[in-house]
């Protein structure tokens, strides 16, 4: 396929090109600054691809460009970053790629679980409607920007992403360090729900999205087995052969992360992958013991190998 890629330098972004380019599929990075090379293509929120010539004959779309979520507090204006990157940053992919002459098929764009809001021990489905805060909202519009591309017989599928688990980046990898120091422990009352995936399951995820032809519309990119924060940081710690019993409480994590502890550490969501289990997706990592222990194994073999050629 030919597939062009928004996102392509971010945690699920490298994976997925590395995955793609080695199974020879041919690969479009969508950049924000001067291009490097052939591969790269320029864009921006606003007005969308500058040089449409190079997308003539797209197989697919994946998009995964948006403002990080939890680098920093959320104040009013980082707020507009994080929504104006991705509703008004879909938007303008979305009228660029309606100008194509022979555009894509398939139009994969990420999404997450912050669609259903908190919900306590309520089991979530693609079918469950949708919560009333921030990330909800965030989410709806998020997905709704892509409608055009429906309208036009693209098939498109928004990936509903969870916790991705990666040493490598996001919310695993800020937490080693607190963990490997014996620091770690429950967020809040630990009675959370938190839905989670392996980072290779997330790729495996977006790849089975673009090759499904009956996939379509909202999906649960989540392992099939949540758990409570409680069981994680017990997980985590057993993982790590660290003790887990410096927990924050609520009000402590109010205090440092504002509205974002709700929103992010303390809001729980009960997920449940249907449409991909429907469609035939076989997780290699559906435990997360089993999934800590792959990411983070992998990870300390690579620093091993790095070492010894050093």
């Not at 979530?124 to 409607?129: I, R």
């Not at 969870?162 to 620091?183: C, E, H, N, Q, T």
């Not at 009956?214 to 649960?220: M, P, Q, R, Y």
Request: glycine share 12%; hydrophobic share 45%; aromatic share 6%.
């Amino acid at each position: 396929m030919k597939v062009l890629i928004t996102g392509s330098s971010g945690l699920v972004g490298r994976e997925l090109t590395a995955f793609l380019e080695t199974g020879g599929h041919e690969v479009l990075r969508l950049v924000r600054g001067e291009p490097r090379g052939a591969d790269e293509v320029r864009w921006d929120v606003e007005r969308g691809v500058h040089d449409l010539a190079p997308l003539e004959g797209l197989d697919a779309v994946v998009h995964l460009a948006g403002e990080a979520i939890a680098d920093r507090r959320w104040s009013e204006a980082q707020k507009r970053r994080i929504r104006d990157s991705r509703v008004l940053g879909t938007g303008a992919l979305v009228d660029s790629l309606r100008k194509l002459t022979n555009g894509p098929r398939v139009f994969v764009s990420a999404s997450a679980i912050g669609f259903y809001g908190s919900r306590g021990d309520e089991v979530l489905t693609e079918e469950s409607g949708t919560g009333d805060d921030f990330l909800s909202g965030l989410c709806r519009d998020w997905e709704a920007a892509s409608s055009p591309l429906a309208d036009a017989e693209v098939r498109v599928v928004h990936l509903r992403f969870g916790v991705i688990l990666s040493a490598r980046g996001g919310a695993l990898a800020k937490m080693l360090l607190p963990f490997k120091l014996g620091a770690g422990g429950r967020l809040g009352s630990g009675d959370q729900f938190m839905s989670w995936i392996a980072v290779d399951d997330a790729v495996g995820a977006v790849h089975h999205a673009l090759t499904t032809d009956g996939l379509s519309g909202a999906v649960n990119a989540v392992a099939p087995n949540p758990v409570t924060n409680r069981e994680y940081t017990k997980t985590l710690g057993k993982v790590l052969g660290r003790p887990t019993i410096f927990p924050m409480p609520a009000f402590a994590a109010r205090v440092a992360f504002g509205e974002m502890a709700d929103a992010l550490l303390l809001s729980s969501a009960r997920v449940r992958p249907n449409a991909l289990l429907d469609s035939s997706y076989r997780f290699d990592w559906p435990d997360l013991e089993g999934a800590l222990r792959h990411v983070l194994g992998r990870n300390a073999q690579t620093q091993a190998r790095a070492a010894s050629t050093a």
